[in-house]
Each structure stands twice: as C-alpha cells, then as structure tokens.
C-alpha cells in the first residue's frame, strides 16, 4: 500500500477540524484510487470506525461516505456538465431551488475601477485575519466596501498565505483586524447566513476582463457546474477558454466567488489554486447541501 505524508487525525480529534479527516481521506483515495478502496479501509486509514467515518461525513457534509464519494467522481462532474450545460445562457431556469439557489442570491458585488486596480491598489487599506473555516483555516481581506480576498492556509503556513494576498496589491496597505474580518466569514460558510434579504458584498479588483470572468462565475448555482470555453462564451469572448481559465486562477475569492465549480470539458477537476484535493472537498459538501444528483 502506498504510504502518504499526511498523518491520520486521531480519534479524538475535535469536531471542528474535521476538515482533517475529509482531506486525509481524500488523499488517501486519491492515492488508491485504482483499486477502488473499500469505505472500512478508508475508515481505517483516518483512524476511525465505519460508523464514526459514516457520522463524520453526515456531520460535515450533510451526506454518506458514498454518496460524498459519488460526488466527487469524474462521472458525476460529467453528469453536471451535460445536465447545465447552458447553465450561464439559461438564466437558472433548471429547475434548481432551495439551497441550491441561496448562494448565488446572496451574494452582492461591485468592482473597483481600472484605475485602482492598474495601480497595484496604492491608496487602498485592507483589514486581514484568520479564521477556522469547513475547509480549513482560512485568510479574509476585507476592503472599505466588501470582501475582497478569501484564500486558504496550507503547510507553508500563515506568512505565504497573506504573501499570496499581498501579491495581487502590491502597494496597497494591510493591517490584521480579525474581528473585522470575522463577519465576512461568518456569512461566508454559514448557510444559515445566506440570505438574499441581507447579502454579503463582495468587491471584485482585477482587469476589466478578469472581473467580467469572475461575474460569470457568479452566476452558477451552488452543486452545479460549467467549463472553461462556456464561461468564454457567456463573456462575449469565444475561444478565450485559456485565457478564461488564467482569470479562474487569479480569482481573490475562493468559493464565494465559485471558480471551484468550473471544471475541463471532459470532467477533469483542473487546477484550483488552493490544491485539488481542497476543490474536491468543496463540492462534495455542497453536493451535501443542496442532495447530490
């Protein structure tokens, strides 16, 4: 059996970070996948029972080993990608409703202006903190009128996270406020947040063509997915698919700004800027939340 560097989380490990375990198991699947692993090895590899595996993912995200499993398959990614696949053209007309719509309809963006973003956010004061998140421990910059980064701390730790941040404005001032930070959080990952009523804003600063990108990516609902070349064509810009896919890459705002939920054409994952097996995670929990199709 090939050995991973990750190491197993106990059995006591809080339930807060059972992030830990998702991920450990992930890897481990990722590794064996092959062969097809039996959920008694995976729980076994995670350090717990069957039954406690089987809460966990219940727990966390709200569906079975095997049905977070089915969801995080290329087969499934194909089913989503044949299902909607003029998801952006259709207005969300699919017949998709309850928690599947509340993301996009919660929450509310503006962008900065060419201007500000051409110089390298000079003039501009970003609050940053950390916090626990589904994910993993998650980095927040907050901007005068909405959150405008959320990015994830791996192994390199806090310092390359806020390095990764501080990349994209270079001239721009940042302080840590955590208790600024907090809220945007909060209503980040929380669906019990998501309301229309009460939206999260969101500032997007990029080029004009990044944040057209991003818009689009917006619009697609939470357990849904599209392509590269059908965000192209919903911007105007046919057979840009490459250079849809760089602007995807450089999105501040993971998972509020979905660029999770775009995938290749075959059904491949694709990159995803804060590691495939964190993209994996991310849409098997909101394959949870809105009943894994």
């Known amino acids: 059996?090939?050995?991973l560097e990750i190491s197993p989380p106990s059995e006591d490990t809080?339930?807060?970070?059972d992030y830990a375990r998702i991920r450990a198991a992930l890897e481990f699947i990722g590794a064996q996948a092959k062969?097809?692993?039996r959920v008694e090895e995976i729980a076994d590899h995670v350090g717990l029972s069957p039954s406690h595996l089987h809460h966990l993912f219940q727990r966390w995200a709200g569906i079975s080993p095997k049905g977070f499993l089915q969801a995080v398959t290329i087969d499934h990614a194909r089913r989503l990608l044949r299902d909607n696949a003029s998801l952006l053209d259709a207005s969300l007309e699919l017949g998709l409703s309850g928690p599947a719509r509340l993301h996009d309809l919660?929450?509310?963006q503006e962008a900065m202006t060419p201007g500000e973003y051409k110089t390298g956010g000079a003039g501009l004061?970003?609050?940053?903190?950390?916090?626990?998140?589904?994910?993993?421990?998650?980095?927040a910059v907050v901007a005068p009128r909405g959150l405008a980064g959320l990015g994830f701390v791996d192994a390199a730790g806090r310092?390359?996270?806020?390095?990764?941040?501080?990349r994209r404005w270079p001239k721009a001032e940042f302080r840590e406020d955590a208790a600024a930070t907090a809220p945007y959080v909060r209503r980040a990952f929380d669906p019990d947040l998501w309301r229309a009523d009460q939206p999260l804003r969101v500032v997007l600063i990029g080029s004009d063509f990044e944040v057209q990108v991003w818009r689009a990516l917006l619009k697609i609902p939470l357990g849904a997915a599209t392509t590269y070349s059908d965000v192209a064509s919903d911007i105007g810009r046919t057979g840009a698919a490459r250079a849809v896919g760089a602007a995807v890459g450089r999105n501040?705002?993971?998972f509020v700004v979905p660029c999770h939920r775009v995938l290749g054409r075959s059904g491949a994952l694709t990159g995803y800027h804060w590691g495939l097996v964190r993209k994996q995670a991310i849409i098997g929990w909101e394959a949870g939340r809105c009943g894994a199709r």
Request: no cysteine; charged share 15%.
């Open 252 to 254: 501040p705002i993971s």
């Open 125 to 139: 004061a970003f609050a940053y903190g950390f916090h626990s998140s589904p994910f993993g421990e998650a980095l």
């Open 14 to 17: 809080p339930a807060g970070d």
């Open 159 to 166: 310092e390359a996270a806020l390095a990764d941040m501080r």
């Open 1 to 3: 059996m090939q050995a």
């Open 106 to 108: 919660f929450v509310t």
């Open 35 to 37: 062969r097809q692993p």
